[in-house]
């Protein structure tokens, strides 16, 4: 599918990180971008900056990301994109010091990384539904999930977000298959190690320990390669149900 100015994206947790990274990108190309983020103060700015919209919504409310989704619709009279790079990660244990993991923790953890993707993507792709085809083959729309090498190979501590990780992969070939039909693409990416907001906190001598591990190139990943991998898919009509590892080629350890 052709990117242009009148291509209509969402991504969501495009006020930073690999999200920003996308919303950048798919600007650059004209892409009228809408994003969805639950940091207004960093979402603003990097609305204004892009010149696109921005919407505070906490992905894993249903309700608000049909208003959210529908806003976006009626605005701008369809849509084409969503990227979803929404997420959080907080490490435990399945049993940690005798204690059990925090059951609340497990499950807001799926709520926002799997149930969330799911949310924005079945809402998106029903507004996509809405839209005339714009390719030779009938296409309508391209949706992009973020997993990551988790989802193949969590690490100690990682048990929650490498479950919900997963879950995304699971439902890339599925989802594709239940909207191939409509000309609806989905793919979805699992990055590795990538200089996001998380890792950039870290002291300079982590993050290039880190990058060592990476066997090619051997360094951490900018999140604008991420953006390009975005671009290439929605390009590439023949894309669809596939998880692409973003990763140099790292398989992770246990720790």
């Not at 699971?170 to 989802?175: A, D, E, K, N, Y």
């Amino acid at each position: 599918m052709e990117i242009n100015e009148k291509t209509v994206a969402i991504v969501t947790g495009g006020a930073s990180g690999l999200g920003a990274a996308t919303a950048k990108a798919l600007a650059a190309k004209g892409v009228k971008i809408n994003i969805f983020d639950m940091n207004p103060s960093l979402g603003e700015i990097m609305a204004d900056t892009i010149e696109g919209d921005f919407y505070k919504v906490d992905v894993s409310d249903s309700v608000a990301v049909a208003a959210a989704v529908k806003a976006v619709e009626d605005k701008h009279k369809g849509l084409r994109v969503l990227v979803n790079c929404a997420g959080i990660g907080p490490a435990s244990k399945t049993v940690s010091r005798g204690e059990p993991h925090d059951p609340k923790i497990f499950a807001k953890v799926i709520g926002v990384n799997l149930i969330g993707s799911f949310n924005c993507a079945s809402q998106a792709a029903a507004a996509m539904l809405r839209s005339d085809p714009v390719t030779q083959d009938g296409g309508r729309g391209v949706i992009i999930n973020t997993a990551s090498i988790a989802a193949y190979e969590g690490q100690i501590g990682q048990v929650a977000y490498a479950a919900s990780k997963g879950g995304v992969v699971g439902m890339t070939l599925p989802m594709a298959r239940d909207l191939s039909a409509s000309g609806v693409r989905v793919c979805t990416i699992a990055p590795g190690l990538f200089l996001t907001p998380l890792l950039e906190s870290l002291p300079e001598e982590v993050q290039a320990s880190l990058g060592q591990q990476v066997p090619f190139p051997a360094r951490l990943g900018n999140p604008s390669e991420y953006g390009n991998l975005v671009c290439q898919i929605i390009d590439n009509d023949m894309l669809n149900g596939e998880v692409i590892r973003l990763d140099g080629a790292i398989r992770m350890a246990p720790r």
